[in-house]
């Protein structure tokens, strides 16, 4: 992985215009000479008492850039960066000399590196680049920084996109089981399960069409039989074709028999008057 320069240079002398107040001289020089001490103790890894120091030569005087800017240094190295960022950008808004300020952005930059925060680094690092244009290593952190903006947010694309995907299968997961549950209570209206269904009731309706037809067959043989019988009747009844009712029959014998009754008393008459003969020529 390409390396980030860090500054760590010491600041042994700050130089101010000059101050007509002599106590303002007084407290720059005493926190210069603080600055002093705590750089020495630092060279010899006593972190500790430099820190103290440090922090002595900063309440002395707001114009000593060089202890916020050490401190931020010592605290960077012990990879508490939150609080080397803070002494940064104290030293950077203390002073008013561009060589100072780069250096404190160039190194604010490297806290945002560390933090992974890429987009802030990209500014800090051209905020740095404006104070001194011509500082190789801040223009190549500047590179490297872009470049992991550029990696980092297309794995966030594909972590979005990821993210998205895997929603969308399991929203179609869950219209599937959805789905799949709406089928089993569609299956109790399943076309197989319904031709079952009439199949069944086929079966009870044809038992019971079976049974009906033979009621109605024996009604209808019943009803056959009585017809042959009404029909016999009604032949009595109704007399056939070309043949005499009952009446008239009688008419006719009554007619018969009062022709008869005059026949033989015309007989019985002639009778009693003799019977005439007949005289036949000899020839």
Excluded: C
């Excluded at 609080?83 to 808004?93: H, L, M, S, V, Y």
């Excluded at 008013?96 to 930059?109: L, T, Y």
């Excluded at 033979?214 to 074709?241: F, H, I, L, N, Y």
């Excluded at 026949?263 to 003799?274: F, L, P, S, Y």
């Amino acid at each position: 992985m390409k390396k980030i320069v860090l500054f760590t240079f010491i600041i042994s002398t700050v130089v101010f215009p000059q101050d007509d107040l002599k106590d303002k001289e007084k407290a720059l020089k005493a926190s210069t000479d603080i600055t002093f001490e705590a750089n020495k103790e630092l060279a010899d890894n006593d972190f500790i008492d430099a820190e103290v120091n440090y922090r002595r030569a900063i309440s002395k005087s707001n114009e000593n850039t060089a202890a916020p800017y050490n401190l931020g240094n010592a605290y960077y190295n012990k990879e508490s960066f939150s609080e080397a960022f803070g002494r940064f950008k104290e030293a950077g808004e203390l002073t008013s000399e561009k060589p100072v300020k780069h250096k404190a952005f160039h190194n604010m930059g490297n806290v945002f590196m560390k933090n992974k925060e890429y987009a802030k680094a990209v500014e800090a690092y051209k905020e740095a680049l404006r104070n001194d244009p011509s500082d190789e290593e801040t223009r190549y952190n500047l590179a490297l920084a872009k470049e992991l903006l550029k990696k980092d947010k297309e794995n966030q694309d594909k972590n979005e996109n990821k993210d998205n995907q895997d929603q969308e299968e399991q929203k179609d997961k869950n219209q599937d089981q959805q789905d799949q549950g709406d089928n089993k209570d569609e299956n109790k209206g399943d076309p197989k399960n319904e031709e079952n269904d009439q199949e069944s009731n086929e079966g009870d309706n044809g038992e019971e069409e079976k049974e009906e037809n033979k009621k109605g067959d024996g009604d209808e043989k019943k009803e056959e039989k009585k017809q042959p019988e009404q029909g016999d009747q009604q032949q009595q009844k109704q007399p056939r074709p070309n043949q005499l009712s009952q009446q008239q029959i009688k008419n006719l014998l009554e007619a018969m028999q009062n022709e008869e009754k005059k026949v033989k008393e015309k007989m019985d008459a002639q009778k009693v008057k003799g019977v005439k003969t007949k005289n036949e020529k000899d020839w």
